[in-house]
């Protein structure tokens, strides 16, 4: 490049560079221009965001049964949405002076700790209160308020908000469900907590004399078990309207358990209250009758007299029961009234009960073996196996006394199943000894229930190598209350080559027309009517009777109970075939059988 070019040069890269700048410095306004816009149009988005928040925080909350509420650092004033006037039901004028407003509506009662809440505003933050207001309308209205406190970036208080719901609905609701803890759901009468708090109100009242009576149906679980829970609840049911009727409204009637009742007799001393007391048992002298099946029912009740026997009703209530337990050791269908040693009878049950679970694997139950004879060669053809019990401190415990508890406590299946298997078992050993004889077992009502009851039978059976024909069962006439079941069970027995023999027959309601259409074989007519044959001619017609029928309708009938020649002579001359008692032998331990029988 010459000289002369590069002079001529200079100017013209000057101008370049004068150009260039420019360019640079426009572009960069551009840019910053653009940045600025940028800038610009997120806060305007983040304006529109916050005002849609507050729109939404407001549609979300002001609605027919919510508001939101403001409040000043100072507590001074109060504002709210709009949902304020319809929640409240009041007229929009009265909203400016809202605090006001509030104070004048709230319950009385309820002012004190919302004034407290808004004492401890900034401490509240997810500590609801609840209160009443009457709105405007005059109904009352359950509200409840949740505060948040909005500090600054110091951390200094601003203002408190909150929200406000109606919950009038849910307390409603709360209140239903507190009232039925207090109500019994299947017979609506109240229940034992309602029952004691009318005692003690009562007790407050006026001094007076009052007894308690508490009332359990005798053996409800076996119709539980027999016809279902269902029919359970409606035999409940009626009987809950029988003492409704009975008694009347003035007399206060709870449930306390499945089939006990409580019953607070006000103004009644012990004479006025045994008076009560029978005609409570005379409800019961005819069956009840649901969806045509009749329910023959007794009942056991006990009393306590206050301010006699107590005068606390946990210590009444306690004195009844152990007083009804009484009547149910003694035979059940009877009241009694509370005295002092039944407390000890109370403490023996429990002891009986609880010692029966160990007796199984204690070895402390035994079977002995009454004899069944044919009156008119006098040679026996079977046994009865009775179960014995000797508990450790008690001694002998009679079956009377402790079958009753085991069915109770539901031992009974255990203690069933082990009678069957022990009586084939010591059966098996007179057979292999050239006695050949029947043995009979008594079996529970609820045992029967048990579905795989004739299978474990022929199990047992098999195991033992033993004929089915020599085996005997013997069932209460209770189990033939559900008759249909029964026969299914008798049936099946029945095809097994099993017999079935009615227990304690006369003492029940069956009447032989009806074992007619059951599968029953043998028929035992109770002691009772033995024992009566030779000095009540009533009863000795009934039991010629009875053999006659039972004859016809081709069942064996056997004479329990017999100890006098008179009532043998009696009944081999009414064509009686069969008997049992001690005239022939009394039950005896299995080693003493080989010797009577021969
Ligand atoms: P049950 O089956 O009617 O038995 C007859 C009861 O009468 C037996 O009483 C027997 O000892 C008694 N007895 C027999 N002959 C006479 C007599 O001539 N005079 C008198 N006064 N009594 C006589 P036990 O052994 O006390 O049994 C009472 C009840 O206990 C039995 O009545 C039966 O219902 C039940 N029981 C006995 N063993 C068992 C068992 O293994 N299982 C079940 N579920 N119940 C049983
Ligand atoms: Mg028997
Ligand atoms: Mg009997």
Known sequence: ???????????????????????????????????????????????????????????????????????DKDKKSLSASQGVCKVLKYDEKKYPSLLNLWKECIYPEDLPAFLEFVDELEYRKGKPQEFRILDGEGNVMWLETYVNVVNDLDGQIL?????????????????????????????????????????????????????VIVLDIDRFKVINELYGRESGDKVLEMVAEKLQLLLGEQ??????????????????????????????MSIFKKPLNIDNQLFYLTISMGISLYPET???????????????????????NNYHVFMTDDAASIERKRRIEFGLKEALTRNELYLVYQPKVDLSTGKSYATEALIRWKHPLLGEVSPGEFIPIAEESGIISDIGYWVVYEAIRQNKIWHN???????????????????FFVERIRQTLLHHNMEAKYFIIEITESVMQNAEQSNRVIKELHDLGVQVAIDDFGTGYSSLSVLNNVFIDIVKIDKSFIDGI?????????????????????????????????????????????????????????????????
Request: aromatic letters at 10%; charged letters at 25%.
């Open 433 to 451: 000894a050239g006695i050949l004889l029947q043995v009979a077992v008594n079996v529970s009502a609820l045992q029967y229930e048990d579905p």
């Open 159 to 211: 203002k408190f908000v909150g929200t406000a719901v109606n919950v009038t609905h849910r307390k409603l609701e709360e209140q239903k469900i507190r009232e039925n803890s207090y109500y019994d759901q299947l017979t609506s009468l109240p229940n034992r907590k309602m029952f004691y708090r009318h005692f003690r109100e009562q007790v407050q009242l006026e001094e007076k004399e009052m007894s």
């Open 1 to 71: 490049m010459s000289t002369l070019s590069i002079y001529l040069a200079i100017p013209v890269v000057n101008e370049i560079v004068y150009y260039s700048w420019l360019v640079i410095l426009a572009l960069s306004l551009v840019s910053v221009l653009f940045y600025f816009r940028g800038k610009l149009n997120e806060k305007t988005i983040e304006l529109v965001n916050i005002s849609k928040e507050k729109e939404n925080f407001e549609s979300v909350f002001d609605t027919d049964t919510s508001f939101v509420w403001e409040m």
């Open 310 to 332: 107590a005068q606390d009703i946990l210590a009444l209530y306690q004195q009844a029961e152990i007083a009804m337990y009484k009547v149910k050791e003694t035979g059940k």
């Open 534 to 598: 030779m000095t009540k001619v009533n009863t000795a017609s009934l039991v010629k009777t009875m053999i006659q029928m039972g004859k016809s309708l081709k069942f064996h009938i056997v004479a329990e109970g017999i100890e006098t020649e008179g009532q043998a002579e009696f009944l081999k001359e009414n064509d009686c075939s069969y008997g049992q008692g001690y005239l022939f032998s009394k039950p005896l331990r299995p080693e003493e059988i080989p010797a009577k029988i021969a």
């Open 251 to 280: 007399t206060f009637i709870a449930r306390e358990s499945e089939d006990e009742f409580l019953i607070l007799l006000e103004t009644a001393n012990e004479k006025r209250t045994k008076l009560i007391a029978e005609k409570i």
